[in-house]
T-cell receptor
Framework: AQSVAQPEDQVNVAEGNPLTVKCTYS??????LFWYVQYPNRGLQFLLKYITGDNLVKGSYGFEAEFNKSQTSFHLKKPSALVSDSALYFCAVRDAGGYNKLIFGAGTRLAVHP | EAEVAQSPRYKITEKSQAVAFWCDPI?????LYWYRQILGQGPELLVQ????????DSQLPKDRFSAERLKGVDSTLKIQPAELGDSAMYLC????????????FGPGTRLTVL
């Protein structure tokens, strides 16, 4: 069965420092991976996706993610964090057997301190 | 920019009552999803429509939940009777028909069952 794991409940980083939010996956077949962000009392906003091609994927708001097949990871990164990046981040994998169904991780709360 | 609309944004009800949520997807999106997000967890798919047909309702508690998308456009999710454990955020999303497309989420309906 497809699954994703986000090993950190919370990540704390100082403004201006680089940030990484971790995600590992387990899939049968090719992985199709996504990152979403959720602000309080809001729906999820798409950040980026990996379907095929370059292992480094660039997305919205300066975020990028690195796909690593050998480590089955898809970590979200940003070179310089902003206080406004503080939110809940979800990694997701497309279910192989479904009609574009997504399976989400439990989420990681990112807190960026001034 | 087109958005997914949901109403109401908040709903408080007593257990055993009936509740209904409405979703209007982005125009032209063939696929519509209803997710449930329990506090502290990632969204979990309840039901997925392709046009007016249900293609996945494997996680929908069919004894109390129902969903419809009669004309293949907007959709309604109903719970009858509501139980305390149904308290959650209910998210609607839509996507174009093409595979591997990202899903666009609405703001959600936060349900509290007393």
């Amino acid at each position: 069965a497809q699954s994703v794991a986000q090993p950190e409940d919370q990540v704390n980083v100082a403004e201006g420092n680089p940030l990484t939010v971790k995600c590992t996956y387990s899939v049968s077949g090719n992985p199709y991976l996504f990152w979403y962000v959720q602000y309080p009392n809001r729906g999820l906003q798409f950040l980026l996706k990996y379907i095929t091609g370059d292992n480094l994927v660039k997305g919205s708001y300066g975020f990028e993610a690195e796909f690593n097949k050998s480590q089955t990871s898809f970590h979200l990164k940003k070179p310089s964090a902003l206080v406004s990046d503080s939110a809940l981040y979800f990694c997701a994998v497309r279910d192989a057997g479904g009609y574009n169904k997504l399976i989400f991780g439990a989420g990681t709360r990112l807190a960026v301190h001034p | 920019e087109a958005e997914v609309a949901q109403s109401p944004r908040y709903k408080i009800t007593e257990k055993s009552q009936a509740v209904a949520f409405w979703c209007d997807p982005i125009s032209g999106h063939a696929t519509l999803y209803w997710y449930r997000q329990i506090l502290g967890q990632g969204p979990e798919l309840l039901v997925q429509f392709q046009d007016e047909s249900v293609v996945d309702d494997s996680q929908l508690p069919k004894d109390r939940f129902s969903a419809e998308r009669l004309k293949g456009v907007d959709s309604t999710l109903k719970i009858q009777p509501a139980e305390l454990g149904d308290s959650a955020m209910y998210l609607c999303a839509s996507s174009p028909r093409r595979p591997h497309n990202e899903q666009f989420f609405g703001p959600g309906t936060r349900l509290t069952v007393l």
